[in-house]
């Protein structure tokens, strides 16, 4: 990978000068899944899987970046003065974004950049190729520029880009995940506070399997604005009658002992999901840590169940392909993992099993949605770094 894209650096951009390669992953969530935004905690891990990009500085204000998963587009030039979020500018505007987010947040970027990307995740699939490019893009500026900037700050940099030059309101997990990444562990992140801590998976003979839905997403964006508004007003009205200042504080006991404040059944169900699925993540890492593997996997369940009948964010094609991973010898668990809406389940399985749980899966989803599933059997990588 490190090879091809700076080939096709050279290729376009000449060989002369300081070209150097990166890498950064990207993410799957184990569990914890539309906490983020609640002040709850999250579960996530870095992949082997990512975004490569080759780079040098220039000497004067332009950028010119390149994407060999968009060839079509061919390069796509700007200027790192006066950045601004341009619909003709397509995938770019993430990069774009984390460089006007640094200059908001008082890093000097004054000259520009000639950049190639390469990415093996599949897009738009809802393992954070967004985030990944994102926090790639911090790290090149960091590298290059020589800034004084860790990677917890690189994580918030590209959230703080992506709610405010891409108009996506995300919350922390993806880029946190992908900045913090570390090989064989977890990381157990309250996002109420940015505490966190590496938890070991050592999952003994069983793989992590990704099954990918390869629905096209549409309306995922808005639909998740509205679950973060729908959440933000059940908090509001639980603030009248319980001190918190997030979903993430309340334990299942108090919210339904409080419940009753939220006055429309539907923000009910969403304020719960919230709640439950917090404690759900809390509980899946002391098991994790106990070596109760089936605990975790009966908790990635619920979550999924959760998702989909209080927080209705999973569809027919992440409920069939979960639905149909539980039937098969050997899996632990399976859910939903990401935004939802389509994109991507996580499950836990036997490694001798993978192979009959892939083909069987993969057979009962086409049947019944008309299209093919892809599965991916995946490792837990590091976070960014020079190649
Ligand atoms: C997307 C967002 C994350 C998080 C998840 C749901 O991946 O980018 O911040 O909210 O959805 O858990």
Redo the contacts with the bound molecule.
Sequence with gaps: MKNKVLDKFKELFGAEGDIKAYFAPGRV?LI??????NGGH?FPCALTIGTYAAARKRDDDKLRFYSMNFENLGVIESSVIDLKNKKEDDWTNYPKGVIWAMQKKGFKIETGMDIVYFGNIPNGS?L?SS?SIEVLTGYVLKEMFGLDVDNINIALIGQYSENNFNG?N?????QFAIAMGKEKNAIFLDTADLSYEYAPIDLGSKKIVILNTNKKRGLGDSK?NERRSECETALAELQKVVDIKSLGELTEEAFEANKDAIKDPVRVKRAKHAVYENQRTIKAVKALKDNDLALFGKLMIASHDSLRDDYEVTGIELDTLVEEALKQDGVIGARMT??GFGGCAVSIVEGDAVDAFIANVGKAYEEKIGYAADFYVVEVGNGPCVL
Excluded at 32 to 37: A, L, M, N, Q, V
């Design positions: 969530n914890g899944e539309h906490t983020d935004y999250v809802g954070s985030a996506v995300c919350g922390i997990m993806d998740y990401g935004a």
